[in-house]
């Protein structure tokens, strides 16, 4: 060998030497660890280590691998942790590593069509998400001061909600049904025929059945086209349906934040409290309101108020909370508090899933709180009118349905039962067929429009 040839030879091992000298000078990072102490139900408590409320730790099984699990409490020098997957092989003295990171959302425009769980990993099978930004569960805080005002309607392709229930863009909704009664159906036409530019569905707690369904019937590839879907079923464990909720919010304040007016679906609002009481009571918090701690009552609003308009000149997050009514209980504490702290809600009803009327939606026991800051004042009265006939005939149903009653009698009665079949029909609407916000507003003025057996005519100029 040369001696040209020697000298790069000795260049690379002395620099090889160089590095190996600098690592060598450098501390070894300690990693810090903790040990199993006791599990009790999904709660594990562990000690030797410490970490923020929100954080992410390995735990290692016998068999060799790690599980996750976020911290979510303290107390003297243990920590509670509740796992986000399965617990079995964790033992008495398992491992507790702390990561140091804590649970965000993949966010970009990469997420359309596709469909996650609730911590950002596909379900779809159509590859990796090849997002490059990543945005915190917990959101935002925008001052309520520097929100955009609600003063747009927002199509939503449904007639008896564009024009008896006109929602706002930016506006927070709740949908109070029962089981059964086509809360997931009503949630598919709205996201099929919505003007919204990208729609948000988080599938929180429901039958893993209930997700394949709801994408292939429901959604369909029109609405898969423009929509992320996350889905946290109820085989889950209680983190993940919180985290399922949260990170469908985050999605949505992204797109929000580009300057795009986003749907956001949650189905349902009341399976994420079960989620919030589980965790809870498993940590030692004691149950308040029909077993429901107040925590869960608190994180109720924080999660609602993520919702809405952004920052003026920003983007729209306009909300459809399910809120599930057990037993068509109205007064159930899960409706109650969403009802207080949201933009209105729209009932479905038992009593018409049971006379064949769909969309079920009770105008009676439904409001939409920011209907007056977005219709004129023709609008509004035309709505108070056909709410008003169809409250008569209700109101009289049983007198009128065992012919008890005489025409004649009551002018008022008479227009119901003459308008009530033309009312109906106006408010019934096939799942496949779309109707826009104008054509609403013509139907519910051909209904007035309508001259009764006694020859009065209800007009509304437009």
């Given amino acids: 060998m040369t001696a040209k040839a020697e000298l790069p030879r000795q260049q690379r091992w002395r620099d090889k030497l160089i590095q190996q000298q600098a690592l060598l000078a450098e501390p070894v990072p300690l990693q810090v660890e903790g040990r199993i102490t006791r599990m009790v139900g999904l709660t594990l408590e562990a000690e030797g ?71 950002g990993n596909p379900l779809d099978g159509k590859g990796p998400l090849n997002t490059r930004k990543r945005m915190p569960l917990t959101g935002r805080f925008i001052n309520p001061m520097a929100r955009k005002p609600i003063h747009e309607p927002l199509d939503v392709g449904v007639r008896a909600i564009n024009s008896m229930l006109s929602v706002g863009r930016g506006q927070r909704m709740g949908l109070f049904a029962g ?25 929180i707690g429901e039958r893993g059945r209930e997700v394949k369904e709801f994408i292939d019937q429901i959604l369909g590839p029109e609405g898969m086209a423009r929509a992320v879907v996350v889905a946290a079923p109820a085989d889950n464990t209680p983190v993940m349906r919180l985290h399922g909720a949260s990170m469908a919010t985050s999605i949505a304040e992204y797109f929000r934040d580009q300057g795009k007016d986003v749907l956001l679906l949650m189905d349902s609002l009341t399976r994420y409290a079960m989620a919030q009481r589980e965790l809870a009571l498993a940590i030692g918090e004691p149950p308040a309101t029909k077993g429901y701690p107040a925590s869960v009552f608190a994180k109720l609003p924080q999660l609602v108020e993520r919702a809405g308009n952004g920052d003026v000149g920003g983007g729209s ?78 109101k009289n149903r049983d007198l009128i349905s065992v012919g008890a009653y005489t025409r004649g009698t009551d002018t008022q009665i008479d227009e119901a039962i003459a308008l009530y079949p033309h009312i109906v029909k106006f408010l019934q609407q096939d799942m496949d067929t779309q109707v826009d916000y104008q054509n609403s507003l013509h139907d519910l003025k051909a209904v007035m429009q309508l001259e009764t057996h006694q020859g009065k005519v209800a007009t509304i100029n437009r």
């Fill in 49 to 119: 280590i410490q970490a923020n409320i929100g954080s992410r730790c390995l735990i290692e099984n016998t068999n060799g691998s790690s599980i996750e699990a976020e911290v979510v409490g303290f107390g003297g020098e243990h920590l509670y942790l509740m796992p986000t997957g399965d617990v079995r092989g964790i033992g008495p003295h398992s491992r507790v590593i702390p990561t140091g990171r804590v649970y965000d959302a993949p966010v970009g425009d990469q997420l359309l069509g596709r469909v996650i769980d609730g911590a």
């Fill in 179 to 203: 089981s059964g009664v086509g809360k997931s159906v009503l949630l598919g036409m709205m996201t099929r025929f919505t003007t919204a530019d990208v729609i948000v569905v988080g599938l």
């Fill in 317 to 394: 997050i306009t909300a459809f909370y399910t809120v599930l009514t057990e037993g068509d209980d109205q007064q159930d504490p899960i409706a109650d508090s969403a009802r207080a702290i949201l933009d209105g809600h729209v009932v479905l009803s038992r009593r018409l899933v049971e006379e064949g009327h769909f969309p079920a939606i009770d105008i009676e026991a439904s409001i939409s709180r920011a209907m007056n800051q977005i219709t004129n004042t023709e609008h509004q009265q035309a709505a108070r009118w056909l709410k008003r006939v169809y409250s008569n005939y209700q």
